[in-house]
């Protein structure tokens, strides 16, 4: 098994962070991870991606030229990486800021053989916070590829934020389980 | 696997400084390597060592030099265009025989170039890099656990052989996050240093220096460092081979093209070649015995390296016409897929250039 995964949005958007917590939790699974950034003149409101790859083996090169899942959070991302998606390869978008219509390209996932809209900002407002948005995807990742179970989120969320921010974890575990029952 | 750590390369190469009892580091920022400094600015001061942010590359190696003849165990790093500005300070610390770690998170260049990962600075870190004729024991490692192990050793090795150890790695690995098993730090029982610079009450004063006018002097000098590199070359090879007893084609690469090329000898083997792989973990001194050895089992190479042909030298000096050499080089910051050295591989499977020596450009 290995999937390689591409998650991309703006900065601010919580996308490395999303990829982190990927990444963590299948290790928790006792699989083989590399997370790589984009990097360099990053800044929020720019675009920001990484990639993810989960294996059964060693994993040799952490760079993705085509990536069996893409995660998106804008239209330049799902336009720029959609190419670049396996024919196979499942796509998710956060729905309320990127569907075809929203990027002016009605068609565009019609060739799309798995595509999963997630409502995650808007769910993510619900919930008192755009910025839980990457945790609502996130749940909605789990459901749908299986990759981890939701019961090492919050070990691996323990793991990568830091302790200023532990007290926001309870409000995470609730976006990952809201957005697990749209996946 | 328990114990498990998921942390940037760069920030694993800080906190695997600090176990090996690094007190000293300075450095001046550049990307792809700000996490050495980030990181160490906070944990030293928590261990009680001194985090110094330069004016300068020039001033950071500078006070590495100070900080190492005071007896302590120093590092700098920095990236491709920052190390080519340390290479007097380095050049002076070999000459004054001082221990220091020196990290270079490579950059694609030459000049400013850009900010991808690259193997560009082969040539500078195994071959002396600054003026005079010294050598550096350079490490390659290629993933985080070796990121860890080696830096440790690396300031082992600096001590016992009182001299800048380099570690070289690049972008890709300084920015990657994978699991690593942060092992403990286990000190070798080296012995006490001798020749510190501590203050000189009750005993005669030391000296450390790099100008010797007298007659002879330096020649002198030079061969008794000369020693101590043939040393090294006897005593401190590191290397690791995968699939090569029964290979035909051997891909030699180091760091990250060493993952690449794994990929890729997996693919190989896939399809029925037989491929195999050498990945040179030290790269001075080089591991040419055995490459030789190889070359003179009949096997054919393919050097894999993000250059444009800079360890194909070494390789070709260790084969020794004895067999095939072939290069397949990307530059500039751009990375190689498997699949590139898959068709680099099949290419030179389908020539029959047997027993002839021949250098290419893909």
Not at chain 1, 105 to 130: F, Q, T
Not at chain 1, 148 to 177: Q, T
Not at chain 2, 261 to 271: K, T
Request: aromatic share 8%; hydrophobic share 40%; charged share 20%.
């Amino acid at each position: 098994m290995e999937k390689g995964i591409i998650i991309a949005g703006s900065g601010g958007q919580g996308i490395l962070l999303l990829g982190r917590l990927i990444a963590y939790t299948s290790m928790l699974e006792g699989r083989n991870v590399t997370w790589f950034p984009s990097y360099g003149a990053e800044m929020r409101g720019g675009t920001a991606n990484c990639t993810v790859l989960i294996s059964d083996e060693v994993i040799g090169s952490p760079v993705v030229q085509n990536p069996d899942i893409l995660i998106v959070f804008n239209c330049l991302s799902l336009e720029r990486f959609l190419p670049r998606l396996k024919r196979e390869g499942t796509v998710f978008y956060d729905s309320s800021l990127v569907t075809p219509e929203k990027c002016g390209r009605p068609g565009m996932l019609d060739g799309c053989l798995h595509s999963v809209a997630v409502e995650a900002s808007a769910e993510a407002a619900r919930l008192g916070s755009i910025r839980f948005a990457n945790m609502v995807m996130f749940g909605a990742f789990l459901r749908v590829t299986g990759l981890s179970g939701l019961s090492v989120s919050e070990e691996a969320l323990r793991a990568i934020l830091p302790d200023r921010h532990h007290d926001l974890i309870p409000g995470n575990l609730r976006a990952i389980e809201r957005g697990y029952g749209q996946g | 696997m328990p114990g498990q750590l998921l942390m940037k390369g760069n920030e694993v190469m800080a906190e695997a400084a600090v176990r090996a009892g690094c007190r000293f580091y300075s450095g001046y920022p550049i990307t792809p390597q700000n996490e050495i400094p980030e990181y160490l600015s906070w944990r030293l001061p928590e261990v009680g060592g001194v985090f110094i942010q330069a004016e300068s590359e020039l001033a950071a190696i500078n006070m590495v030099y100070g900080a190492s003849a005071a007896g302590v165990r120093a590092m700098t790093s920095s990236s491709s265009p920052g190390i080519s500005l340390k290479q007097e300070g380095i050049s002076f610390l070999a000459g004054a025989e001082l221990p220091a770690v020196v990290a270079n998170v490579q950059r694609g260049g030459p000049g400013l170039g850009n900010i991808s990962g690259s193997q560009q600075d082969y040539f500078q870190s195994t071959k002396g890099g600054g003026h005079g004729d010294y050598r550096l024991l350079a490490y390659a490692p290629f993933n985080h656990q070796e990121l860890w192990d080696l830096t440790m050793t690396a300031f082992d090795k600096a001590d016992e052989y009182r001299n800048p150890v380099m570690i070289l790695t690049d972008g890709v690995l300084g920015q990657m996050m994978e699991p690593f098993v942060p092992t403990e730090y286990v000190p070798p029982g080296l012995p006490p240093k001798d020749w510190v610079l501590d203050g000189c009450r009750g005993r005669p004063p030391r000296v450390i220096k790099t100008l010797y006018l007298g007659e002879g002097e330096l020649e002198r000098q030079n061969l008794k460092l000369q020693k101590k590199y043939q040393r090294m070359k006897e005593a401190e090879v590191l290397y690791e081979t995968y699939m090569v007893d029964d290979a035909d084609l051997v891909i030699v690469a180091f760091g990250i093209a060493a993952r690449v090329s794994l990929s890729a000898v997996r693919l190989l083997r896939r399809r029925g070649r037989r491929a195999g792989l050498f990945r040179p973990v030290t790269l001075f001194p080089f591991p040419e015995r055995e490459i030789g050895d190889l070359a003179e089992a009949g096997r054919r190479f393919l050097v894999v390296e993000l250059n444009l042909g800079q360890m194909v030298e070494d390789v070709l000096l260790a084969v020794n016409g004895a067999s095939e050499v072939r290069l397949y080089g990307r530059c500039g910051g751009s990375m190689m897929t498997p699949e590139e050295v898959v068709d680099a591989a099949e290419r030179m499977e389908s020539l029959d250039t047997r027993r002839r020596v021949r250098v290419s450009l893909k």
